[in-house]
Antibody
């Protein structure tokens, strides 16, 4: 069974730092691009970042660029998100998701998703 | 602001057909994918690519695309289909990903 389990979410003060982890199992982890997606309380989904299978390519949403860093350790089947200079608007449930894509016009899709880990930025 | 636009809420009578739409310039170049999210649960992929359903997704769910608009159609909506639905695709650069704002589907 393909499974993604996030951890590391806590309450942190504005300006603080946090590292989220996502443990993957049930599939060949280093075959896939991985993503972080977040959802603020009562709000919609917001894509945060992606990392290619080998870590060679990373992309970020404008809202987190320069503050968050995505990484992976394929030897540990793990995905990470280092979050610095946290703001109250970063409060959200953070999901990791396995990314799939088709060449050309096929787009990109996420399957499966983890259950999420809650990050609360508050003083 | 999202580069993909969805209606905030749609309703459908039990057993009837409903179409949920997603608009954005990037959809002229890339197919959208669709996710169902029920309260307190993680999103679940229901449609991807041109019109593909993952294993376990009922065939009453289908997808289509025309110009800058992608659509998710539920033919014969069931009570258990009541949920939030999100579209996503690549952004105009092709390197990043965007989500629509979501559509809350109510089954009457």
């Amino acid at each position: 069974e393909v499974q993604l389990v996030e951890s590391g979410g806590v309450v942190v003060q504005p300006g603080g730092s946090l590292r989220l982890s996502c443990a993957a199992s049930g599939f060949t982890f280093d075959d896939y691009t991985m993503h972080w997606v977040r959802q603020a309380p009562g709000k919609g989904l917001e894509w945060v970042s992606l990392i290619s299978w080998d870590g060679g390519s990373t992309y970020y949403a404008d809202s987190v660029k320069g503050r968050f860093t995505i990484s992976r350790d394929n030897s540990k089947n793990s995905l990470y998100l280092q979050m610095n200079s946290l703001r109250t608007e970063d409060t959200a449930l953070y999901y990791c998701a396995k990314g799939l894509a088709a060449a050309g016009t096929g787009g990109v899709w996420f399957d499966p998703w983890g259950q999420g880990t809650l990050v609360t930025v508050s003083s | 602001s999202s580069e993909l636009t969805q209606d905030p809420a749609v309703s459908v009578a039990l057993g009837q057909t409903v179409r949920i739409t997603c608009q954005g310039d990037s959809l002229r170049s890339y197919y959208a994918s669709w996710y169902q999210q029920k309260p307190g649960q993680a999103p679940v992929l229901v449609i991807y690519g041109k019109n593909n359903r993952p294993s376990g997704i009922p065939d009453r769910f289908s997808g289509s695309s025309s110009g800058n608009t992608a659509s998710l159609t539920i033919t014969g909506a069931q009570a258990e289909d009541e949920a939030d639905y999100y579209c996503n695709s690549r952004d105009s650069s092709g390197n990043r990903v965007v989500f629509g704002g979501g559509t809350k589907l109510t089954v009457l």
